[in-house]
Structures are given as structure tokens and as C-alpha cells.
């Protein structure tokens, strides 16, 4: 339809720096501390391959970083064997949250050399990337489980920036095309239109980020349509308004969305324009996204912990 805006299509992938006077590791990992299982497969030369060429993949995303082979193999001597001589996942993820691992990556092979492959957050057992190819395809198997990490890790940095001012209060929600409220518990449907509306009781500078099931990232607010975040106290807000020719229509794929919402009362360059391009909502070229989404960075600037916050809203996508 001429003129909808599809949430999973508006493409940003952007460096957000997020200013305040904290330190870095507040509120961002760098990295995760990522260990590989050796792979189920009836061929241990096999598994020891695959093992070798995705470590060497994983290797080159400076967001993982790769638990020493010395060590992974102090943890296997640890964790539980199944009657059957297979690993027990449980036993590794404790074992692994006990070395300090954040992410074990499991694995198997089958007889058509399919490799199936799983990283999994220690901390809450949570499958949090996947993916399955042919075993002459490792390296797209490599990209699309440190895709999902990447994603993972931003997530948690930006849930965790939260800065709980006593003195600003923020109010975001998600209405349907007609104006009622949606409870984020129930979810979002896919081909569904919506709207975001939110109000702060102290006029101040507005930034609203998306990261999407897919791990893309989408920048709701400011955007081309309009450009200026400035907003006034005790005024409602929406994207889009009334007069913007677009709608927000949820399309595919399903699963968890992440929308913050930053408040800021002094006018801070959260964007770094230079890696934005396009018409519209402005997108970086995909090639650049690695480069580009290192996670979510803290610097020091002229705001203090008064001057800003933050709201997040976890809402889940449904076919």
C-alpha cells in the first residue's frame, strides 16, 4: 500500500553513543566470553574440523571473544556424560557459568553432513542464536550464530541503560491504529498498524531505538519524516502523528522486539550521521553492519545522571 512503513523494513544500522558522566562498563559489555562444545557427530576427525574452521570465524567479531581450547577442555573434563557418551548440556552450562563463560555453542553433525549449531546464554539456559548448513558452508553457519550474539549483546546493553532519574518521568506505550492501548504482554500481530505515543513531564530531546527479532536496528525517532526531537513537557507524542503520510505495520519475523526510549534534557548527538545514507528513514548499507553495531557504547559528556533517562518496552512479535 502507498505510503505504510514496515517496522522490519526501516533499516538503520547505526552507532549509538549514549552520553552521560559514567563510566564505559556501567552500563556496556565489550564483549562475550564464548566457549564451543565439541559437535555430536559420528565422526570425532569431523567434529574437530568443524569445530577448527568456526573458531577461526568466530574469531574475527571483536563482540566474541573465544574461550582458549586449554580451557574448554578443563570444562569438558568437569561437566556429565549421557549413558549414550553425550554431553550433558546442563552440566556444560553450569560449568560454563562457573568458568566465567557467557555463551557455550553446541552442535551436531548428521550422516548428510548438515551441521546444526546453538549458542546458548549461560546464565539462563536461553537459546539466544542458531543455525543450520551444509558442513561446506561453515562460514555463513559462523556469521549468522555471531549475527545472533551480536544482536543478543545489544539487547542487554541497551536494557541495562537505565539511569532512573528521581526527577524526569517518562510515559511510552503502543497503541492499535485506532488509539487503543496494547498491553506488550499480549504482543504485537503480524500486519498489525501501530503507533507509539509517550509524554515526559520536563521539555528535553527525545531519541526512540528499535532492535528488532531480526537483530536489525531502527531508529522510530527523530527520522527524516521529522527531524526534530525536541519535545515540550506534558504534551503527548506519536509516531507516526497525525500528519505524517506513513503508517507502522509489524511484518515478519516473529519474536522479540526492544523498543528504548532516551530522554535527554540537553540536546546530545546520539547518531553518527556520517554512516547514515538514504531517503526517509536512512539506513546504512548492510555490508557496514558489523562494522557499524559493536553493541552500545558510554561515553562522558556534559550531562549528569539528572539530565537523562530511559524506557524500555519488551514487546513480542506473533504470527
Not at 563463560?101 to 539466544?128: C, H, L, P, Q, W
Amino acid at each position: 500500500m502507498e505510503g505504510k512503513v514496515t517496522m522490519k523494513k526501516i533499516v538503520l544500522y547505526v552507532a549509538i553513543i549514549i552520553s552521560a558522566l559514567i563510566t564505559f562498563n556501567a552500563y556496556s559489555q565489550e564483549y562475550l566470553a564464548t566457549g564451543i562444545m565439541p559437535f555430536t557427530s559420528s565422526s570425532k576427525n569431523q567434529s574437530e574440523i568443524v569445530v577448527s574452521q568456526l573458531s577461526k570465524i568466530l574469531q574475527e567479531y571483536q563482540f566474541i571473544r573465544l574461550i582458549e581450547r586449554s580451557q574448554m577442555q578443563k570444562l569438558i573434563g568437569e561437566i556429565e556424560f549421557s549413558q549414550s557418551g553425550l554431553v550433558n548440556e546442563q552440566s556444560a552450562l553450569q560449568q560454563g557459568k562457573i568458568l566465567g563463560v557467557k555463551v557455550m555453542i553446541f552442535g551436531t553433525i548428521d550422516n548428510n553432513n548438515t551441521v546444526s549449531a546453538r549458542a546458548v546464554y549461560t546464565e539462563t539456559g536461553r537459546v539466544i542464536a542458531s543455525s543450520m548448513q551444509s558442513s561446506q558452508n561453515i562460514a555463513l553457519l559462523g556469521k549468522e550464530l555471531a549475527y545472533g550474539i551480536e544482536s543478543f549483546l545489544a539487547r542487554e546493553n541497551l536494557k541495562k541503560m537505565r539511569n532512573d532519574s528521581p526527577d524526569i518521568k517518562l510515559d511510552f506505550w503502543i497503541e492499535t491504529k485506532d488509539g487503543k492501548r496494547i498491553n506488550p504482554n499480549d504482543g504485537l500481530k503480524i500486519g498489525q498498524s501501530v503507533k507509539f505515543k509517550f509524554r515526559a513531564n520536563k521539555s528535553g530531546y527525545v531519541t526512540i531505538v528499535d532492535i528488532q527479532p531480526t537483530g536489525e536496528v531502527v531508529i522510530l525517532f527523530p527520522n527524516q519524516f521529522n527531524m526534530n526531537n525536541y519535545i515540550t513537557a506534558d504534551t503527548v507524542y506519536s509516531i507516526p502523528s497525525e500528519t505524517d503520510g506513513f503508517e507502522l505495520t509489524v511484518t515478519e519475523p516473529a519474536g522479540e522486539d526492544t523498543i528504548t526510549l532516551f530522554f535527554t534534557e540537553k540536546k546530545v548527538d546520539w547518531l553518527d550521521m556520517k554512516k547514515l545514507q538514504g531517503e526517509g528513514f536512512q539506513n546504512v548499507e548492510p555490508a557496514e553492519r558489523f562494522a557499524v553495531t559493536r553493541g552500545f557504547s558510554v561515553t562522558a559528556t556534559q550531562l549528569n545522571t539528572k539530565q537523562w533517562e530511559s524506557v524500555v518496552i519488551n514487546v513480542l512479535v506473533k504470527k
